[in-house]
């Protein structure tokens, strides 16, 4: 069964640190998408990153990076040089890609960052 | 390029009574979500719509909660009649082909339930 663990419930950091968010997968699929929404105070959730489970290659999106490893089953993001803007509460998301009516998507619980001035 | 409307925007009503929220999703998305997110917690999926056939409705309450994607365009999502633990954002999201997409998620519908 799909299950994606967002263990951190809440984070808070002082403005300009780096702050990591964990995100722990769990799947039978070999073929599967990750992904990385934010959900600011505003309420609209906002596609960040997709990733497939065949390429590991971490990514990096100016003060956003993103290490995927599935020796761990973990894809977790990195904000460097945190900003108050930063503060939103940041899900991730796992979909198995199977042929369509079996294709599962599944959100975390999320974690509420909030970056302190 | 218009992103995915809903409307209404907060919905108040009282227990047992109809409820309905409309969802225009990203012209050329084939693929519709619905979905409700409760206090604290993370988007769980009702129905996913390909086109307008309903591909994945498994956890959609079905003595309650009804949808539709006609034209397979925009999609209406019912509940009736509604309860107190209905009360959640109901989030509208649409993607250009199936769960391998990134989805594009509108402003979503406040409803309280009293």
């Known amino acids: 069964a799909q299950k994606v663990t967002q263990a951190q419930t809440e984070i808070s950091v002082v403005e300009k640190e780096d702050v990591t968010l964990d995100c722990v997968y769990e799947t039978r699929d070999t073929t599967y998408y990750l992904f990385w929404y934010k959900q600011p105070p505003s309420g609209e959730l906002v596609f960040l990153i997709r990733?497939?489970?065949?390429?590991?290659q971490n990514e990096i999106s100016g003060r956003y990076s993103w290490n995927f490893q599935k020796s761990t089953s973990s894809f977790n993001f990195t904000i460097t040089a945190s900003q108050v803007v930063d503060s939103a509460v940041y899900f991730c998301?796992?979909?198995?890609?199977?042929?369509?009516?079996?294709?599962?998507?599944?959100f975390g619980s999320g974690t509420r960052l909030s970056i302190r001035p | 390029e218009a992103g995915v409307v809903q409307s209404p925007r907060y919905k108040i009503i009282e227990k047992k009574q109809p409820v309905a929220f409309w969802c225009n999703p990203i012209?050329?998305?084939?693929?519709l979500y619905w979905y409700r997110q409760n206090l604290g917690q993370g988007p769980e999926l009702l129905i996913r719509?390909?086109?307008?056939?309903?591909?994945?409705d498994s956890q959609l309450p079905k003595d309650r909660f009804s949808a539709e994607r006609l034209k397979g365009v925009d999609s209406t999502l019912k509940i009736q009649p509604a309860e107190l633990g209905d009360s959640a954002v109901y989030l509208c999201?649409?993607?250009?082909?199936?769960?391998?997409?990134?989805?594009?998620f509108g402003p979503g519908t406040r409803l309280t339930v009293l």
């Open positions: 998301a796992l979909s198995e890609a199977r042929y369509s009516s079996a294709s599962k998507i599944i």
């Open positions: 719509y390909e086109n307008e056939e309903a591909v994945d």
């Open positions: 012209s050329g998305h084939n693929t």
């Open positions: 999201a649409s993607s250009l082909g199936g769960v391998s997409y990134e989805q594009f």
């Open positions: 990733r497939n489970s065949f390429d590991e």
